[in-house]
Antibody, heavy 115, light 112 residues
Framework: EVQLVESGGGLVQPGGSLRLSCVAS????????MRWVRQAPGKGLEWVAN????????FYVDSVKGRFTISRDNAKDSLYLQMHSLRAEDTAVYYC????????WGQGTLVTVSS | DIVMTQSPLSLPVALGQPASISCRSS???????????INWYHQRPGQSPRRLIY???NRDSGVPDRFSGSGSGSDFTLNISRVEAEDVGVYYC?????????FGQGTKLDIK
């Protein structure tokens, strides 16, 4: 059974930092592009960042460039999202997504940016 | 960026009746390899999205055959042949043919 388990969300003040983690199981993590997708409260889905299988290529939505960093550790089947300079508009549930053609989604972790 | 426009945004359907959701892209989403990378997802309240369809018309394992996807070029459709109570929620299309990948705004299906 495929599982993606996110952690690291929480309440943070504007300008603060947070690091999200995602542990994968049930599929070959090291051969899968991985992504972070977010969903603001009551809103739709928004792609945030992608990382290639070996971590050499990374892509970001414009609104998080320079503030967020996606990374992975294939030895630990883990994906990360380091978030700095957080803004109120970053408040969302963050999903870890993997597998071919965006197949597998985690349960999400809520990030709330508020003073 | 490619804009994915879904319609309708709200879809009340009686149990046992068919339902259809449209997803139109602002430009062709045919990849240079000849494939069209369009997915459909279903998100129940309080849950994460579940993929139903990939590459326009390929149904995922475990997805009931009442769900089907079709389309070409820039016009795509998700059909449900007979709506059941468990089908309520929000449906999203996703294009990942072109960078950056983009989602439709979602269609909320509920039971009439």
């Amino acid at each position: 059974e495929v599982q993606l388990v996110e952690s690291g969300g929480g309440l943070v003040q504007p300008g603060g930092s947070l690091r999200l983690s995602c542990v994968a199981s049930g599929f070959t993590f090291s051969t899968s592009w991985m992504r972070w997708v977010r969903q603001a409260p009551g809103k739709g889905l928004e792609w945030v960042a992608n990382i290639k299988e070996d971590g050499t290529d990374k892509f970001y939505v414009d609104s998080v460039k320079g503030r967020f960093t996606i990374s992975r550790d294939n030895a630990k089947d883990s994906l990360y999202l380091q978030m700095h300079s957080l803004r109120a508009e970053d408040t969302a549930v963050y999903y870890c997504v993997g597998g071919a053609f965006y197949a597998y989604w985690g349960q999400g972790t809520l990030v709330t940016v508020s003073s | 960026d490619i804009v994915m426009t879904q319609s309708p945004l709200s879809l009340p359907v009686a149990l046992g009746q068919p339902a259809s959701i449209s997803c139109r892209s602002s430009q062709s989403v045919v990849h240079s390899d000849g494939n069209i990378y369009i997915n459909w997802y279903h998100q129940r309240p309080g849950q994460s999205p579940r993929r139903l369809i990939y590459k326009v018309s390929n149904r995922d394992s475990g997805v009931p055959d009442r769900f089907s996807g079709s389309g070409s070029g820039s016009d795509f459709t998700l059909n449900i042949s007979r709506v059941e109570a468990e089908d309520v929620g929000v449906y999203y299309c996703l294009q990942h043919t072109h960078w950056p990948q983009t989602f439709g705004q979602g269609t909320k299906l509920d039971i009439k």
